[in-house]
């Protein structure tokens, strides 16, 4: 490790010592005044192209081979250099002004002058210096934090500018410092800091602090604050600048915008190379010629062929070499020197519509997609694969309680079902009252820093500008306003009125006995376990309740709150005698000082005596003394404070499902109010305020799948374990069935309830819990004891002594929740596969929920079957994969020949809208099959392995949707590069957290939602969406226009460029190949520049082929934009052709029509350019698509352009412009009625072939665009019926396959059904390691999660639906 | 109909912005104009035979009538050539034609007789016609100094650096400089009408009005203002090389003399094509007389002084009466006529095609 000592020293020193620092001033500016010219084209040089074009310019310098006047051949590079010029000088002003906001920021720094903290400029900050942090301040550079107000040292900041976050991370003060008085004083400060250089990674940072006293104290990033981080929470807080400026992490990440080629761009760069190829070929030729032409003359000299300037004759040799030369600058404009910039034009314009386009907006967070990447818009409409992420991107990411089932009795809550559909509308305007509601209370509390908010909008917004826009900036201040997943729509539970009715009367009923002194027992079991329900869903989590007054603020409700717990002892000290305490304890990270991962090793000393304590105390209980135990509130709360946040407290919960479940037992007025390490306090109606006391929280790991309380119930007095977790794992921990027939006939309900709430999709949780006896309670307790103060595998010890416990439970019920999909995210998935997209998802959660949730969005069938490969060794997934393959091989290489018969029938049904893509997709190799791949992360990392990675390619690409779970962010980024590499494909990836980020670089186009989870993925995107559902108009829409717009522009762009070319070209055999040219020089100059250009800028942003409803209601169009069926190479060829068969109509109708005339060379020129003109301008005539009042402009203004400057410039000098001198040449030529002739015949004769195969082409082969084209004309009622009605007839077997697909076997009508149920059966074609589970069969549960939904799902709907199969290939090496 | 329906979204659209957003909060969401939305009113024209078919019948229908007219009025141009050139032996020229040098001493001159078989009736003009002469080469074209020939003085004793290596001659600027000027037609021809009663009538020649007006007024002037004096004018320069005399004895007439001499400005309009004509004289239709030519016995009387024979030149003398479409030429006639018929005949392709597969689509279509 370099490390780099920063030493710093505070104290009483009148300057900072740490001044050879980078100070906080930024500038990310490129240039200065003076270094912008230099700098600046230096830049533009880069770009081969401009070279190119200034060489030639320069050339023209040479007297030998000078085509132009020098100083006009230079207009257009210059033209073209300046505008470049001039658009970085502005991006750079901005980025200047920007800088100069930001840098002027204020902040309160300690003055060692005036020995108190001065408002100072955020650029005056220096590394050393001591910074006062205010709550809400954003941080202007790293800091190390030294001392906190909070009393538990602790300093709130939120990352959201930095990595999207939205929940508060925790900083600690220094642990020297740790003791400090609130006021701590930088003059005191003696004491040196070492730590590494600045570097990038967020993750990391390390040093130590050397007192004076010697003593050193290692620094974590746990005691750094990072520029552009906000503090939360804190009043106050001080600290030490470490990196300043440009140093800090924050900079040090900001890298600039990444440059991707796109890949229609890539293509035109072969066929540029072409034209270059073309442009030599070219000029050999003349150069050959004239070499033979003046040979032919020998050595009598003909009184044309002038001498050389100097009077020398040249041989014809030298000649032909310098002709080469010239000819090279005649013909230059081959290379279409506007096309690089008419590309950019067109790509800003393209990027500003999809900006401006109202579908892409989103109203709930008033942001609309963001452009980052201003030159791949094209490449959207060439998709093929998109990889996905799961939450947050086809989720909302929020958790819904939808619906529970209680002691085997289904609560449907309709009403709540109704209330989610109303928030498809309602969203909007609901967000917007509680983010006024939740600012409100927030400005009073800091009304110390006046209209701190507006601070922290504008703040955050400079903190955003780097990366451009301000959405970001503001989103991110909307976020923080929420806790997260307080959504009202997570919040605001509508309970069934039955289920409440019953929890009323449960409570009523436990008052009553409570009030009598019953026992608890004697409550109607089912009603206990409605209570016992909600119990459960109430405290066995780790929520943390906050109240809103004082956002974020924890509700602290201790009862000795004045002094808080500074040590261990003293934690003991105090609460060990009156309550029982809990060492394994890992929920109270609120109260606790240190978090979690640190206090290990604390918590299991502290724990040993605690829990004997415990037992010993258990030992001596007395009799419950009921009206003892129920003094829910204690005295010292605050009863203001309570009746504040009465009703209104907010839950922070690690994820959003504990969230939803805590909120769905508030809708039944069974509250969480308070969470102490030791003590969760519930309230219930009727019943009050209850506090439970937390002996143990064994918290949710992912083996487990559960995670349980114990508690000492405060009404029975039991020790009680609730148990929550994943149903297939609860279910096996139920007591036997033969223990009760009532239990047995819950645990059968409930498991039909619960695949029914799988089959549509919502996330399943069961509830359980248990009762102990205080002597199983002290037998557990001392093994778990034992296993807390174990110094050899104390984890496994723990985990197995949580499943010691966690045995024989009772059922108490299961709950759905819904993570909610984002609106239209099945539609969205469904378009996009018909438009021949693979969709794989890649995800980080459980294989259970990402299958769910892949049902639920449509991305796997019901009917579909499914390959499931677990493996858990190298060897297995071989062998996985290689049988899997096997498998589908034989399946499927019979059935699909049977379809392409069919198919060859099919395709001359009556109604047929994709006729001519069907050959394109026949010939790709694999076929994609009805066919699900589900696959885990460790799998997918043996599978990722050099040797396996083609069969797993193999084998996924012939599956319809793909299924990655549990993988790891670098996984996500290997499959992407796989696929992309190896398949050689375009790759969409989208996703909305950090953990997507490395997939969204690597992927072709990478796609961020701007979504809960922040920025991150957004900062690394490419394009950023507000909802995943965009996607769709996007990619279908946008993608497909700004492909099929830029690739005809510049396969237009080729076309033209030769064809005015090669008008000069023939020239060269009427001019003994002299490298003359007919065409006046500023014609010849300006011709692209100016004439020519402005129609094809606006048809190249305008232009529509077909409107955006029916691309969005065929999909399918979209596949001519993955074939490239815009712009294939043929057609660059073809274009050339069409364009020197052009110019030749161009070039030989004035030749003949002046033959043996008396015309001279520009009169007979002129004509030729303007029609030149003419052809070219029709020609895009024919082309385009769309004429709009903007395309008849351009084109009227194009030739009135021309028509002008010819009159201009051929009546302004009749001395200057050598060598053509047209002086009055147009005029003569307007009076000339031959002139007209030439102008009806030329471009009708040109452009004649061209026409007639694009009428041929429209009526005897039209592409699918062009059938689209046709719907469009049709009324928009009749377009919807034959839309409607295709999707239902031809149209069904269609659309639940891959388009591609079922292009190229399409099945007969009628037939999707007995197809699906005449699947040859598996059973036969599998080895032993395939084991099919035809789910009819399957009452049991199998290992994974999704197929007892099966079971149900077929059970439920078995009257219509088809049976599905599933396969299930387990590579667990002991089944090998 | 099309842009009736986007009016009404718009107007909706407006009615959404205006009512909450208007307040203090100003929303991001982008403008509902037709223009940001894409939904600018716009004509989709679909090609397919069925929409094409008009424009093909319609183009032949115009074209082949046009055609016609073309060819007719071409045709009506009488025009009569005759190549002088010597290359045979049996040419009359054919010993001038032998001496390749410029500026022999001696001039050199042949009689070419003709039979006019057509009366010409109007204004006649004669051309000389010059083949295989590339006046189109690239240095050929550049080699002129614009400036001297406006009549710049300073020009005029320091041409332009275009004109080398024909700027200058034994230290002498050259007046008119250039290779064009240098390489200036100069034969001489004149016109012998063999009346019937065996005398020789010299037909009368115009040699002016043979220049583009602009060209005589404004483009080309000669030195020294209105100086009658044009040998005072040209003092200090020389005559280009291959020229016998100086450029202030191109004619006698002080109208036509100097830079200002038409066949001067004539040459100095560079030709388009290796095979070209320039106008030479034009004869004039006397009033009282019907016929410019009467059909006959003429002769061409020709100083043979430019030599063509080293780069494998000719030389004619083109007599053509014009008219409003130019000389003759039936190229543009034949050719209206032809893609006339061609885009009639794609017509009935395209019948054809419409008929046999263009109503799958459609009926199949609209049934649906």
């Known amino acids: 490790d370099t490390k780099k000592p920063r030493l710093n020293r505070g104290g009483a020193w009148e300057e900072n010592p740490n001044r050879h620092y980078a100070n906080n001033k930024i500038k990310t500016t490129k240039y200065t005044l003076l270094s912008f010219l230099p700098k600046n084209l230096f830049e533009q040089f880069h770009r081969f192209a401009n070279v190119y074009f200034v060489f030639i310019a320069l050339l023209n310098f040479v007297p030998v081979v000078n085509a132009f006047q020098p100083e006009l051949a230079l207009a257009p590079v210059v033209f073209i250099l300046s505008v470049t010029a001039i658009k970085d000088l502005w991006e750079d002003y901005r980025r200047h002004r920007s800088d100069k906001e930001i840098n002027h920021m204020d902040c309160l720094v300690y003055s060692r002058v005036e020995r108190r903290y001065v408002e100072k400029y955020w650029k005056e900050v220096r590394v050393g210096d001591f910074i006062r942090l205010r709550c809400n301040e954003i941080l202007p550079a790293d800091v190390l934090l030294l001392t906190s107000s909070d009393p538990d040292r602790l300093c709130h900041i939120e990352t959201a500018t930095l990595d999207g976050e939205t929940n508060l991370k925790q900083r600690q003060v220094v642990r020297s410092f740790f003791d400090l008085d609130c006021d701590f004083d930088p003059t005191k400060y003696n004491s040196i800091i070492e730590c590494e250089k600045p570097n990038n990674d967020l993750n990391r940072f390390r040093g130590y602090i050397i007192h004076r006293s010697g003593r050193r104290d290692a620094l974590y990033k746990e005691n750094l604050l990072l520029r552009g981080c906000t503090i939360r929470n804190t009043e106050e807080a001080v600290g030490i600048v470490i990196y300043a400026g440009h140093e800090t992490k924050a900079m040090l990440n900001n890298n600039g915008p990444r440059y991707k080629r796109s890949k229609l761009e890539r293509q035109m760069n072969v066929d540029v190379f072409w034209c270059v190829i073309i442009l030599l070929v070219m000029c050999l030729f003349a150069a050959v010629g004239h070499g033979l032409w003046m040979f032919q003359y020998g050595d009598k000299r003909p009184v044309f062929d002038v001498l050389s300037p100097e009077g020398t004759d040249l041989s014809p040799i030298m000649s032909a070499i310098y002709l080469f030369l010239t000819m090279i600058i005649v013909f230059q404009v081959l290379i279409p020197i506007s096309l690089f910039v008419s590309i950019e034009i067109v790509k800003i314009c393209q990027v500003f519509f999809i900006h401006q386009d109202m579908d892409l907006y989103d109203e709930e967070t008033d942001s609309h997609l963001q452009c980052r990447a201003l030159n791949i818009t094209e490449d959207l409409g060439q998709m093929q694969y998109i990889f996905s992420d799961k939450t947050g991107t086809l989720t909302e990411n929020k958790m819904v309680f939808r619906r529970c089932t209680v002691a085997g009795v289904e609560y449907s809550h309709d009403a709540n079902a109704r209330r989610l559909a109303m928030y498809q509308e309602m969203d909007s305007e609901e967000e917007e009252c509680t983010s006024h509601g939740g600012t409100l209370p927030r400005r009073d509390s800091v009304t110390s820093h006046q209209s701190a908010r507006v601070v922290l909008r504008s703040q955050s917004t400079k903190s955003h500008r780097r990366t451009g826009s301000r959405a970001e900036a503001k989103r991110a201040s909307i976020l923080s306003k929420h806790t997260a997943f307080s959504s009202p729509m997570e919040k605001d539970i509508t309970p069934d009125p039955q289920l409440l009715d019953k929890v009323n009367e449960c409570s009523s009923q436990m008052d009553f006995m409570r009030f009598h002194s019953q026992p608890m027992s004697q409550l109607p079991s089912d009603l206990s376990d409605i209570i016992d329900f909600f119990i459960a869903l109430t405290i066995c989590n780790t929520v943390v309740v906050s109240s809103p007054n004082q956002p974020r603020q924890k509700v602290r409700m201790r009862f000795e709150l004045k002094s808080p717990v500074k040590t261990i002892e003293d934690f003991i000290k105090r609460f060990t005698p009156s309550r029982l305490t809990s060492g394994s304890n890992s929920s109270s990270s609120s109260s606790l000082i240190t978090n979690r991962s640190s206090n290990r090793g604390c918590s299991s000393i502290l724990s040993s005596p605690s829990a004997e304590s415990t037992l010993t105390k258990l030992d001596e209980e007395k009799p419950p003394n009921l009206e003892h135990t129920f003094s829910p509130v204690p005295p010292c709360y605050s009863e203001k404070a309570w009746a504040v946040a009465e009703g209104e407290l907010r839950y922070e919960a690690e994820s959003p499902d504990e969230a939803a479940l805590v909120y769905a037992a508030r809708a039944y007025k069974c509250s969480l109010v308070g969470r102490l390490p030791d003590q969760v306090t519930v309230e219930l109606p009727h019943l009050g305020k209850l506090s439970f006391e937390l002996l143990h929280t064994l918290g949710f790991d992912s083996t487990r799948k559960r995670m349980s309380v114990v508690v000492r119930h405060p009404l029975t007095d039991q020790i009680t374990v609730y148990t929550k977790g994943a149903d297939s794992v609860i279910m096996d921990l139920i007591k036997p069935p033969n223990t009760g027939k009532r239990q047995k006939k819950i645990v059968y309900r409930t498991q039909n309830y619960l695949n029914l709430y799988a089959a549509d999709g919502l996330r399943t949780l069961c509830i359980a819990k248990k009762v102990l006896t205080k002597e199983e309670y002290a037998c557990w307790l001392q093994r778990h004891l034992e296993a807390e103060t174990a110094i050899q595998g104390r984890e496994e010890l723990l985990f197995e002594s949580a499943l010691r416990l966690e045995t024989n439970l009772h059922l108490l019920g299961a709950t759905g929740i819904e993570d909610r999909l984002q609106d239209g995210v099945p539609e969205t998935i469904a378009s996009l596969r018909k438009a021949g997209l693979q969709i794989w998802v890649l995800t980080g959660d459980k294989q259970e929920t990402a299958v769910n949730i892949a049902y639920a969005c449509k991305l796997l069938e019901p009917e579909e079957e499914i390959l499931t490969l677990n493996a858990d060794s190298q060897e297995a997934c071989a062998l996985l994969l290689e049988e899997s393959l096997h498998y589908i091989q034989a399946k499927f290489l019979c059935s699909s020949a049977d379809h392409a018969a069919k198919a060859f029938t099919a395709n001359f049904a009556p109604f047929e809208i994709y006729p001519s893509s069907s050959p394109s997709s026949s010939s790709v190799p694999f076929m994609v099959h009805r066919l699900g791949l589900v696959i885990d992360g460790r799998t997918l990392a043996y599978a990722l392995d050099k040797s396996l990675e083609d069969k797993f390619l193999a084998v996924a690409r012939s599956c319809r949707s793909v299924l990655c779970c549990r993988s790891t962010p670098l996984q996500k980024s290997m499959v992407v590069k796989l696929v992309r590499n190896k398949l050689k494909v375009m790759t969409l990836a989208i996703g909305d957290g950090a953990n997507d980020v490395s997939m969204i670089q690597v992927a072709d186009v990478g796609v961020g939602i701007s979504g809960q989870e922040g920025m991150q993925a957004v900062m690394a995107s490419d394009f950023a969406l507000p909802r995943f559902r965009y996607l769709q108009k996007l990619l279908l829409v946008h993608g497909h226009w700004c492909y099929s717009r830029l690739a005809n522009m510049i396969l237009y762009f080729f076309y033209k460029n030769a064809m005015f070319v090669a008008l000069i070209f023939w020239y060269q055999f009427y001019c003994g190949f002299s490298g003359s040219a007919m065409i006046d020089q500023w014609y010849l100059i300006f011709f692209n520049l100016m004439f020519s250009a402005f129609p094809q800028l606006i048809t190249g942003t305008l232009d529509k082929d077909v409107s955006a409803e029916t691309l969005q209601q065929l999909p399918q169009l979209y596949i001519s934009g993955q074939n490239s069926e815009e712009y294939k190479p043929y057609m660059f060829w073809m274009n050339m052709i069409d364009a020197f068969y052009q110019s030749l109509v161009c070039f030989f109708i004035p030749y003949f029509a002046y033959a043996d005339s008396d015309v001279d060379l520009f009169t007979w020129g002129t004509p030729i350019t303007t029609l030149a003109l003419f052809t070219i301008l029709l020609h895009l005539g024919i082309e385009t698509k769309t004429w709009t009042w903007m395309n008849w402009l351009s084109i009227s203004f194009s030739i009135a352009l021309f028509f002008t400057v010819a009159l201009c410039y051929n009546a302004s000098c009749p001395t200057c412009y050598s060598p053509s001198n047209p002086y009055w040449t147009m005029q003569r030529l307007l009076q000339d009625p031959l002139f007209y002739f030439l102008c009806v015949i030329t471009p009708v004769t040109a452009l004649l072939p061209r026409y007639f195969y694009r009428a041929c082409q429209g009526t005897l082969f039209p592409s699918p665009v062009q059938v689209g084209r046709q719907l469009d004309k049709l009324p928009a009622e009749t377009r919807r019926n034959i839309l409607s009605l295709s999707r239902v007839k031809v149209g069904s077997p269609l659309s639940t396959k891959p388009p591609f697909l079922s292009l190229a076997k399409p099945l007969p009508k009628g037939s999707n059904k007995t197809e699906k149920g005449s699947f040859p059966s598996p059973k036969a074609s599998q080895g032993s390691i395939l084991q099919t589970h035809d789910t009819r069969k399957c009452h049991k549960r199998s290992q994974i999660s999704c197929a007892p939904r099966f079971c149900v799902g077929s059970l439920q709907f078995s009257g219509f639906l088809p049976p599905s199969k599933h396969m299930h290939l387990n590579g667990l090496t002991g089944q090998i | ?368």
């Not at chain 2, 410029?102 to 001039?107: C, H, K, Q």
């Not at chain 2, 200090?236 to 001499?261: A, C, H, M």
């Open chain 2, 1 to 368: 109909m099309m842009a009736s329906t986007y009016n009404a979204k718009d107007e909706d659209g407006h009615i959404t912005v205006a009512g909450p957003g208007g307040g203090t909060l100003r929303s991001r969401k982008p403008e509902n104009t037709a223009f940001k939305q894409q939904r600018l009113p716009a004509w989709q024209p679909i090609l397919t035979a069925g929409t094409v078919l008009p424009a093909f019948f319609v183009i032949g229908l115009i074209f082949i009538p046009i055609g016609i007219g073309l060819y007719v009025t071409s045709n009506n141009i009488k025009e009569f050539e005759i190549d002088y050139t010597g290359v045979d032996m049996s040419s009359p020229c054919f010993n001038c034609s032998q001496n390749f040098s410029w500026n022999s001493t001696r001039p050199c001159t042949c009689s070419i007789p003709f039979y006019l078989d057509q009366p010409y009736e109007s204004n006649v003009f004669m051309y000389y016609g010059l083949s295989n002469f590339y006046q189109n080469h690239r240095r050929y074209v550049k080699s002129r100094d614009d400036s001297q020939l406006n009549g710049d003085s300073e020009a005029l004793t320091k041409p332009s650096k275009e004109c080398e290596p024909y700027a200058f001659h034994d230290n002498k600027p050259i007046a008119p400089c250039g290779a064009i000027a240098n390489s200036m037609f100069n034969d001489s021809l004149e016109l012998f009408y063999n009346d019937p009663n065996g005398t020789k009538v010299q037909i009368h020649l115009m040699k002016t009005g043979i220049a583009w007006w602009t060209d005589k007024h404004v483009k080309f002037r000669n030195p020294g203002g209105n100086n009658p004096n044009l040998t005072v004018a040209f003092q200090g320069t020389t005559k280009p090389v291959n020229w016998r005399k100086p450029v202030y004895e191109l004619d006698s007439d002080q109208e036509n003399d100097g830079f200002i001499n038409e066949d001067f400005i004539v040459w100095m309009r560079t030709a388009a094509l290796p095979t070209f004509r320039k106008l030479y004289r034009i004869i004039q239709k006397k009033k009282d007389m019907v016929l410019t030519l009467p059909r006959g016995n003429y002769t061409l009387e020709v100083v043979y002084n430019y030599p063509v024979r080293s780069f494998e030149g000719r030389k004619r003398m083109i007599l053509s009466t014009i008219s409003w479409m130019g000389g003759k030429n039936p190229f543009l006639g034949i050719a209206y006529i032809t893609v006339g018929s061609v885009c009639f005949f794609l017509g009935v392709v395209l019948l054809i095609i419409h008929h046999k597969y263009g109503n799958r689509n459609n009926s199949a279509d609209i049934s649906n």
